[in-house]
């Protein structure tokens, strides 16, 4: 599995791929995001971070760096040690005399737990990238409706589904809305992929734990 995700990584390189493109939309809205922020700290939870090169790649520059914090989760650990190098690393004399960067802790953990989230939410911001490609269509939904335990009032969500042999990005937008979010932007055909940003609109619900969001299918089965 270690060695799966590792590969799949690697299309972000290959110009072939659509990989790259929808990262760069997916860092757009991102920054987007943060923009529209109020004045004040903000809070980030990335679900199945990766390698975290959305949001930190974005943290690099924007202007509202300094005021994040939070919490990717990644469960496989070459993954997670990568994300972590990239989040925390070594500054130079002239980097450690500029503000410090900001707090984004990395988690080797379940993302499909909320257990995983314990103490990083309600978050402002929620990534949920590359996830909705690897799971049962019941487990997409389960996890949207899920989505408001983690959000602050007002919370962005950012979210990812490829085209695949059945075109659900359509029926993910619809779920995403009856879960009580309203689309801000969808990023989608031509392209084979689909970016979708939501705002929740209605009130969160308490955080719990014990609750299984997703499960991952098996490797060979990823898209």
Known sequence: MTTHWIQWHKKYDDPDSHL????????????????RCPPGPIRVVSMCAGDGRDLLHVLQTHPRSADVSGRLVEL??????????????????????????PHIEIACRDAGESD?????VPADLVLCCG????????HIRATI?????????????????AKFETDLRDTVRGWVEDAGFKEISFDGAPEPYGVGVAQMVREPET???????????LPEQAK
């Open 20 to 35: 790259p493109r929808r990262l760069a939309v997916v860092r757009a809205r991102i920054a987007e995001a943060l923009d």
């Open 76 to 101: 496989n650990p070459d993954l997670a040690e990568r994300a972590r190098a990239a989040a925390h690393p070594e500054r130079s004399r002239a980097a450690a005399q500029s503000k410090e960067p």
């Open 116 to 120: 995983a989230y314990e103490g990083a």
């Open 131 to 138: 996830v909705f490609g690897n799971i049962s269509d019941e």
């Open 145 to 161: 409706n899920a989505w408001p335990m983690l959000c602050a009032p007002g919370a962005t969500v950012i979210w990812t589904r």
């Open 207 to 217: 955080y719990r734990r014990g609750v299984r969001f997703f499960t991952f299918v």
